[in-house]
């Protein structure tokens, strides 16, 4: 592969980075916060004014999520950058403002052979949880079983038979509890796509977790420069220097996992372990970073008028969504049997 990005790749980065710096202050996502979802919508605005999302292609998508991620940016563009690509792809149109996906089960991140049936006129019967954005999207990717198997449907959420149940989770945002019943949907893909489209959403997640990462070494490492204890600044200690170190590599490892999947998604190739060895990254290197902001800053760590407590939570999410370590490193050993 190559890892080097184009100018217009770098250029969308460094737009996103600009916008970010203005719009995605703490003051800015508190109050944001107070309002109950989590979703700036005047940010989305803004990002949807500078970007026409589907004319960015994969890497350029994937460059503005890890800046997304840095800024814990309070916008659920990881899964309509995932829905967007995905309906590009396929060859339809992608003019609606959101999309989400509605692709997690109970006890299934993503599941092979969904429960949600599809009659054959491709009226939708069923449970979907924890889509996010599912209360704010004007469009929903579904994956449903149908009389020719598994297929991925475009539907309205206002349709009839759509009931939609926010679902508090742990950063403080809405994810949607779908429930269908005959609701009418168009089918935009068959089972092939279905796994495409899983694939997609997942190294979408690991790019944002990628800038996440990113961000919370950051501010860590800045805060143990200035943080003193016993009359000397704490990243001076062996143990907190190891354990900044150690996230370094992390994060290391995390960008080599994570572009080469998105370089494969992007050029057609076979990406399913590609896809699983980022994931599997992106949760480990997650988990192991989250509690070492938390850690390193002490109570400050946990302090809701601070930063750090917005990169633990945000963390653990993109640690688990659409499947956590244990997932990826089971759908690798699947691969190599």
């Known amino acids: 592969m190559d890892f080097l990005f184009t100018p217009e790749q770098d250029e969308a980065a460094a737009l996103t980075a600009e916008i970010l710096g203005d ?12 309002a109950g979802d989590r979703f700036d919508r005047e940010l989305w605005a803004t990002l949807g004014d500078a970007f026409d999302w589907s004319e960015l292609d994969l890497l ?30 396929a060859g339809q149109s992608a003019d609606r403002s959101l999309y989400a996906a509605a692709v997690a089960e109970e006890r299934s991140h993503l599941p092979a ?19 996010r954005a599912g209360m704010a999207a004007d469009a929903l990717l579904v994956t449903a079983t149908g ?38 949907a168009t089918k935009v893909g068959d089972a092939e796509a279905a796994v495409r489209l899983g694939e997609l959403l997942i190294v979408c997640a690991a790019a944002e977790q ?14 143990s420069k200035t943080r003193e204890q016993f009359g000397r600044a704490i990243g001076t200690f062996q143990a907190v220097s190891q354990r900044l170190a150690d996230g370094f590599i992390d994060v290391l490892g995390q960008r080599l996992t994570l572009w ?15 896809v699983a060895v980022a ?35 945000t963390a653990k999410r993109f640690e688990f969504l659409f499947g956590g370590a244990t997932e990826q490193a089971l759908a690798i050993g699947r691969s190599f049997a």
């Open 113 to 131: 052979a969904p429960t949600v049936t599809a009659d054959a006129d491709g009226n939708l019967t069923g449970v979907k949880t924890l889509v």
């Open 23 to 34: 719009k995605a202050t703490n003051e800015r996502m508190k109050a944001v916060e107070a």
């Open 147 to 184: 009389p020719d198997g598994v297929g991925v449907y475009l539907l309205d959420p206002t349709a009839s038979g759509v009931t939609l149940q926010a679902q508090r989770t742990s950063d403080g945002d809405n994810a949607a509890l779908v429930t269908l019943a005959g609701a009418p």
């Open 60 to 89: 350029e998508l994937a460059r503005v999520l890890v800046e997304v991620g840095r800024k814990v940016a309070p916008v659920p563009l990881a899964v309509h950058a995932a829905c967007i690509t995905f309906l590009t792809g």
């Open 210 to 223: 990628l800038g996440v990462t990113e961000g919370a070494l950051a501010l860590t490492a800045s805060y």
């Open 279 to 313: 994931k599997l990254w992106a949760a480990d290197a997650g988990h192991r970073i989250a509690h070492t902001t938390v850690h390193v800053h002490g109570g400050v760590g946990i302090d809701l008028d601070g930063e750090a407590h917005r990169y633990f939570t």
């Open 260 to 274: 080469q999947a998105v370089w494969r998604l992007s050029e057609g190739l076979p990406a399913a372990t590609e």
